[in-house]
Structure formats: C-alpha cells, structure tokens
C-alpha cells in the first residue's frame, strides 16, 4: 500500500465515504448527496471535525469527530462519531493514524479525554481500540425521534 495521508475531508470526498458508511457501518440508507451535506454543515461548525485517509489511488477511511463539554469532566472531551476503513486497507496501519489525528486535534482543542462508542456485533474493532489504549466503560444508548 502506498503512504497514507490524513487530511481534512472536503463534500468531495462524499462519494468515496458513502460505501464505507453503507459498508463497513452498516448505514445502506445513506447516500453521497447526504454525506455532502453533512461535511459542507459539519465544516461551518468549529467544534465538528472530519478527516480522511489516503493513499495516491484511494480513499482508505475516514473520522468523524465532535469536541463536548461535559459537567463532570473539567477539560472538554472529543467523541469519535464515526471511524471506518476500507475492508482491503484493514490492519495497515489506517485506523491507527485517523485516530493519532484524533488524539492531535483532542490537544489542540484542550480536552481530555477522547470517548467513542461501537455496536455490540463489532469485536474486531473493540479489540482494535484495545489495543490503541481505550478502555472499555458502560454502554450506549439511542432512541429514534
């Protein structure tokens, strides 16, 4: 594999993110003209982060992240909202560097801890985080609105 850069992503890159998205997360529903005007709306807002992997040829995954303010917390945190990688570029190293972005922006933006969340069926990545230093510390939640 060619030498992987992370960078900002731009509503450029929505066509390459989508399969991942609809793929690797599970999300079939989603489309490149969503995922477009999410990263155009996520890009007017400071604390929304998106950043891509790539090598010459290929989009290789992507991160979504959100800096928060919690009241039991005294520095703000940044949640992973999203991180996928292609099922070919998987074990190479990708992953690890969408979340050293990850970690980089945390300390930018001053916070202090960095949380994600991760489907019950996905032990391949639990142990992936495992393995990058998180811990693993109750469940997640959601209800439809």
């Known amino acids: 594999m060619a030498e ?37 709306a996520m890009d007017a807002q400071p604390d929304y982060h998106v950043f891509v992997a790539c090598s010459e040829h290929e989009l290789a995954g992507f991160i979504v992240l959100v800096q928060g303010i919690a009241l039991e917390m005294d520095k703000p945190y940044l949640r992973v909202l999203a991180l996928a990688v292609k099922a070919s570029c998987q074990g190479r190293g990708v992953g690890r560097l969408l979340l050293q972005a990850a970690e980089q922006t945390a300390h930018a933006g001053g916070a202090g801890k960095l949380l994600l969340s991760s489907a019950f069926a996905r032990k391949g990545a639990h142990a992936f985080y495992e393995r990058c230093g998180f811990v693993q510390k109750g469940i997640s939640f959601f209800k439809t609105i």
């Open 4 to 40: 992987i850069v992370v960078r900002s992503a731009t509503e450029h890159d929505a066509v390459a993110i989508c399969p991942l998205i609809n793929d690797e997360l599970g999300y079939p529903e989603v489309t490149p003209e969503g995922v477009a005007q999410r990263i155009r």
